[in-house]
């Protein structure tokens, strides 16, 4: 025969693959909403910004405290006319307001940090550059720590939530449209292995993980100088890891399903506790105590909290031996249970 | 069992000598709750012949071409294919059989050419995927979506992902129904192909003329039973009679008496549903003169008077008293 033999699995893979390539939303949602979603955080987060304090000076024909102010690093001034001082502060324009004197006047509101951190700052200015003379010398001694921005702690988070997201909906999606075409059924009616099936929607699902997963830390690397501080090959392994406890938990969700809406529900059932409890935007350590065993039983925890283990802190294998005790674990349970209730009908 | 006895015209007539047999069931029951789909079904289909299940929505045919699928399992019965039973010959049963169910619908987003090869590559044999796109013509539409074919490319793209490893039997459930009639005459053809090579096909449908026209015998089927079984011209004979003469009166007018329409010369049955009366004849150049004298002398009107040729539909509402597509 002219024509090589065909192998099912590549065969059924490649399948897949089309299918997903020929959904330009999906590609969308998958590929570059992630990236979307860093670079609006990283952008609003941005430390840099913070550094800043704005400072509202009441305008005065005699005052030089403006042009005393102007150069001073780390302040930033704006001049007010004296009835925009009330809005200012109130809409937290700027962070303490000075009306010249004499005395000089500084107005703001002490339960706010960043006026108290601000009224310290410009007095220190206003009071060295009138001849304060400092009784205790001192040097500052500036540390800057990689790693320690808040988007460095972001891009595990959202590596793990996307890495959750794409491997529940892709699976579950396919195996249950196919099904509620009546394809599964047609498809066991050959002699097509059956595990080759699900196997290819695995394979499909790893193809695309690569993908996905090295665009967000080449794009978190080069946009916002993200570096794992840890092992990539380590980090490469937890995505591996993560990406097939999430297929087989999504393979588990769509066993029984027989329409789109019926799974989208479970997926929505199972991700929602993940995406508020894992810590992805914020640190999960802020729910109460007595939630803790239960946090921490969550994939996606684990899934994240390594990840950070190794991006943040450089931990290796055995530092979060839990947490892929835990994936693992996730992974056997669900495919072995999968397997066992698929329904093909 | 009892009472399910088919009321078999010939019984294996239609045989060819030394064919043996292709497939076989016997005592075969499924149910639902309390619906009994199949209810102590026998069958026998040679190899090399083209068999029909015939029957209305719900007679059980879909149920029972695919317990012989190995898609379902009977309650009881035993089911034997190719001398093989499911359970124990699965894989070897797979790998000979192309099979087409009524509803599948392959992915949207693939091609003819790509879904053929994915259905190929399960086979350890068959054809290649030109020569299969090219018997089922379709090889035009070869880098078409599925999304963009029409009802008759897509059936018969099903039946070319059915023939792909080259089957020995051939299962097809209701394969064109929701057909335009040139699709439908476009897959009769592609067959009658498959038969010239020596394939045996086993059917279902409730088109009488696709039964005629396709299948050497046919089994009628009705509430789960075969309750008849023959070559298509076997069970039309087995009305006694070749001609159907329908009439209805105007409006307002009664029928006649069937009593009196019954002794009427060449008048085999007599049969009224609704405003209709049918009459079974033999010699509708004896029936016709006969049934109008009877009328003038009544001095009745007549609607509409028709004959044609007896078909298997005639033959089952012989058999049950219901039309077939609205029994």
New interface residues.
Partial sequence: MPEPRLIPIVELTMARLREFLREPEAVFWVFAFPLLMAFALGIAFRQERAQEVVVGVVRHEASTLGQQLKDAKGIRVRTLEPGEVDAALRRGQVAVVLVPGPPLVYRFDPSRPESRTARLVVDDVLQRQAGRVEPIASRDETVLAPGSRYIDWLIPGLLGMNIMGTSLWSIGFSVVHARSRKLLKRLMATPMPRVQYLASHLLARLVFLVLEAAALLVFAWLVFGVRPAGSIALVAGLVLLGALAFSGLGLLIATRATTIEGVSGWMNVVMMPMWLLSGVFFASSNFPDAAQPIIRLLPLTALVDALRGVMLEGYGAAAIGREIATLTICTVATFGLSVKLFRWR | MSGSAPASVAPGAAAAPGAGVALRCQGLVKRYGDLTAVDHLELEVLRGECFGLLGPNGAGKTTTIEIL???LTADAGTVDVLGLRWGRDD?QL??R?G?Q?Q?????D??TVG?IT????????RGR??DEILSLVGLEAKRDARYVALSGGQKQRLAVA?ALV?SPDVLFLDEPTTGLDPQSRRQLWSLLEGYRAGGGTILLTTHYMDEAESLCDRVAVVDKGKVIALGTPRELIRSLGAEHVVEFAMVEGEPLPDPELLRPLPGVRDVRVQGVTCGLVASEIHLAIPALLDLLGDRRTKLAFLTTHSATLEDVFMHLTGRHLRDA
């Fill in positions: 699928e190995g898609l894989r797979r790998e059989l099979i169910l509803e599948t619908q392959f992915s987003k693939l790509e090869r994915l259905f190929r590559s399960f086979y350890a290649g995927i992902c490893g």
